[in-house]
């Protein structure tokens, strides 16, 4: 069975240019992918991790990664919201992860200082990335600002509570 879609163009954004609507969507898509695979990765963690606090960070890890699975939607609303589509394939996700550098847990076991060491170093970098988008759109939209801003704080809190696991 063939299936047809009609194909629709973003409609105009009541305050932003055409232009605008093209890089904050564009810019957001790479977030939505990087929180894709932050959430796919935090499972690959939870189902493979071994190690004395183990139990401990499964728990704190299925709760972050339930908060991330929402960022994820919160996020392509927004991408939705300024006239543009949200794609989240497999490929896409996987060729943007691995240009921006980061790379697929391991299969198999994990020990939990692993995950904990894999954790602050893609917390921190997205938390970078993060930081850097709302320099770049931050002035085009106050609302996306706001969803930014908001989000960072989140992560830096979450990245707070990792680093604190892995100093003890």
């Known amino acids: 069975m063939t299936e047809t879609t009609e194909t629709f163009e973003p409609g105009p954004h009541p305050t932003l240019s055409r232009e605008d609507q093209e890089k904050i969507g564009g ?4 977030l939505l992918f990087e929180l894709i ?4 990765v935090a499972r690959q963690m ?4 071994v190690g004395p606090h183990s139990d401990g960070l499964r728990t704190r890890l299925k709760r972050w990664r339930a908060r991330w699975d929402s960022d994820v939607e919160e996020i392509a609303r927004r991408i939705r919201a300024v006239g543009w589509w949200p794609e989240g394939h497999p490929a896409g996700v996987s060729e943007t992860i691995f240009g921006l550098g980061l790379e697929a847990a ?3 076991a994990l020990s939990d200082s692993y995950v904990l ?3 602050t170093d893609r917390l921190g970098e997205c938390v970078t990335r993060v930081r850097a988008l709302i320099g770049q759109i931050g002035a085009l939209d106050p609302v996306t600002l706001a969803l930014l801003t908001g989000f960072v704080g ?3 809190q979450q ?3 990792v680093r604190s696991l892995e100093a003890k």
């Open 46 to 49: 939870d189902w493979c991790l």
């Open 106 to 108: 391991p299969a198999g």
């Open 117 to 119: 060491t894999e954790l």
């Open 37 to 40: 695979d932050l959430t796919l």
């Open 154 to 156: 989140e992560l830096e």
């Open 159 to 161: 990245l707070w509570q």
């Open 27 to 30: 810019e957001l898509q790479y």
